[in-house]
């Protein structure tokens, strides 16, 4: 406890001093102003600031060892709102120290050339004249726009503007009776996160409804922490059925990993509470274990393992062990929340066709065009979304349904993948 107490005075300290650089920044932008417009700027700036921080104080000490749904959820929102205030804050307090450090530069270079002259020069004495830097500050609140309404729009909108990702993937070595076999993935679905917006989610599985999967695989992180997280939407999430069966791994949010237990058992039971629960609704779950699917006498390997990411992620995973008994299928099919798994372990060293993970959800922000694909979590993530291949071996890496942390998604929408399997 005391160690998140320090973060939060450490986090409230930067907020605070953005706020009095950006807070410098705009009262230089409205020097010439009239005093009634300075004045009621420097109140509404800094009531909105304060109340803010102070909110911040406020949730933390009523939320101090709770993390029910309703808390997590209210959280959430209270960082979207401090990323939708201080991210454009700090763009526009970035371009006025810019501006601050360019005039005093002009001014050290001033000061030098009238000592190796030996005159001295005086300042331009016209108060009217803008600066040359000035325009920078000007720029600093344009650009500040920017952040601030992506912000926004990826909490009011973007969060629930799904996207199916088609994917047709041909392999020489597939079973016949497998052509065109269609699966669907979906992955981090983090359900506390949705407390509140279960006609969204609703909708979203219409989508998942209509593609008519034969199979359909969750990849993991069905929670944010806790079991109890499903309250309320077992028969939502039991609505999904498929033939040929759905399954389901674990992610690294669904240990419990990111919570303070009182003991390691209510930790232990809370993993057991939520693989009961996902089976109840209808999930196979596939714990460090394979199942062979069968069709017209010909089969198929599903393996699934548990957490396996890089440090400081946790390596529950054992693949050796989840492949022990499909050694001899035809095709292979894995199932690893962390696409690192792929780097570290399968490719180049196992003889599975296709894998298929999660856990990155493409940082929830980033740019991906025609020719664009960009986003900051490419620089943990060498594969962080999307489909990628090497030596015949395939990894897909789903963006994600839900959220965690910043309740939104810019650039990068939710994501459900249907992938069909060809031969040829």
């Known amino acids: 406890m005391k160690k998140i107490f320090i973060v939060m005075i450490a986090i409230l300290i930067i907020l605070l001093l953005i706020d009095l650089v950006a807070y410098k920044a705009m009262m230089h932008l409205l020097h ?3 005093p009634f417009t300075r004045n009621l700027s420097k109140w509404m700036y800094w009531g909105i600031s304060l109340f803010f921080l102070a909110l911040i104080v406020s949730v933390f000490l009523s939320s101090a060892g709770q993390r029910d749904p309703k808390t997590t959820s209210r959280i959430f929102l209270l960082a979207g709102i401090l990323l939708a205030l201080y991210i454009p804050k700090l763009f526009f307090a970035v371009f006025h120290l810019t501006e601050d450090i360019g005039k005093l530069a002009a001014l050290g270079i001033h000061k030098l050339s009238a000592l190796v002259t030996g005159t001295e020069t005086s300042p331009d004495p016209s108060a009217e004249k803008i600066s040359r830097f000035k325009f920078l500050t000007q720029a600093g609140l344009v650009l500040a726009a920017i952040p601030f309404l992506s912000i926004i729009w990826g909490m009011v909108w973007g969060r629930f503007r799904f996207r199916i ?3 047709k993937l041909a392999f020489p070595h597939l079973p016949e009776a497998f052509h065109g076999l269609k699966i669907v993935q979906i992955s981090d679905i983090h359900i506390g996160s949705f407390y509140g917006h279960e006609k969204k989610i609703k ?8 593609l008519e999967a034969d199979i359909i695989v969750f990849t993991g992180d069905m929670v944010n922490d806790l079991a109890e997280e499903l309250n309320g939407w077992e028969e939502i999430l039991a609505s999904l059925q498929a033939p040929m069966g759905k399954y389901s791994i674990l992610g690294n949010h669904d240990y419990g990993d990111y919570f303070r237990w009182d003991s390691e058992q209510d930790k232990r039971n809370n993993l057991q509470e939520l693989i009961r629960r996902q089976e109840a609704m209808g999930f196979r779950m596939l714990l460090n274990e394979a199942v062979k699917i069968e069709k017209n006498g010909s089969t198929l390997a599903l393996i699934g393992v548990e957490n396996w990411g890089k440090p400081p992620f946790a390596q529950y995973g054992d693949f050796r062990k ?8 035809p095709f292979k099919i894995l199932l690893s929340h962390d696409p690192t798994h792929w780097d570290a372990e399968i490719l180049g060293k196992t003889n599975v066709d296709l894998t298929l993970s999660g856990h990155t959800h493409g940082m929830q922000f980033g740019i991906e065009t ?4 960009w986003s900051p979590v490419q620089w943990k993530y060498p594969h962080w979304a999307g489909l990628y291949s090497e030596n015949k071996q395939y990894l897909y890496v789903n963006r994600g349904f839900g959220y965690i942390g910043y309740p939104g998604r810019v650039g ?4 459900i993948t249907i992938i069909e399997l060809l031969k040829g």
Do not use: G
């Open 370 to 373: 025609r020719n664009i694909k």
């Open 412 to 415: 990068m929408p939710p994501e």
């Open 322 to 329: 989840a492949h022990e008994n499909v050694k001899d299928a």
């Open 32 to 34: 010439q102003s009239a």
């Open 203 to 210: 909708e979203a599985f219409e989508l998942i409804r209509a």
């Open 165 to 167: 990702s088609h994917q």
